[in-house]
């Protein structure tokens, strides 16, 4: 997912989906599911396959952030994270 993130980026996204003529890939590297990254081999199974379950079910794991270096190092404690400030409160 990390990698389908870059891809996602404006300009990866615009050289995968106007990519050269390529006789190794499917359907010459023109039909391509840029969340999925997968090729097929013509317009119809790509049609398809963006109705599918597994697309969707892409979608749904894309619209999650993923983690960062950052995020890792905060929740072993090795950075202070903003979210996690807790104030100490003396009871009397």
């Known amino acids: ?27 010459l590297g023109q039909f391509y599911c840029l969340e999925c990254a997968k090729y097929y081999i013509s317009e119809q199974p790509l049609k398809e396959h963006i109705k599918s379950k597994v697309h969707k079910r892409r979608l749904k794991e894309l619209k999650e952030k993923p983690y960062t270096q950052e ?7 090795l950075k202070k994270s903003e979210k996690k400030k807790v104030e100490n409160q003396m009871v009397f």
């Open 1 to 27: 997912l990390d990698q389908i993130w870059e891809d996602k980026k404006i300009e990866n996204k615009t050289k995968l989906l106007n990519q050269e003529i390529d006789p190794d890939l499917p359907g």
């Open 71 to 77: 995020d890792a190092e905060a929740a072993v404690g």
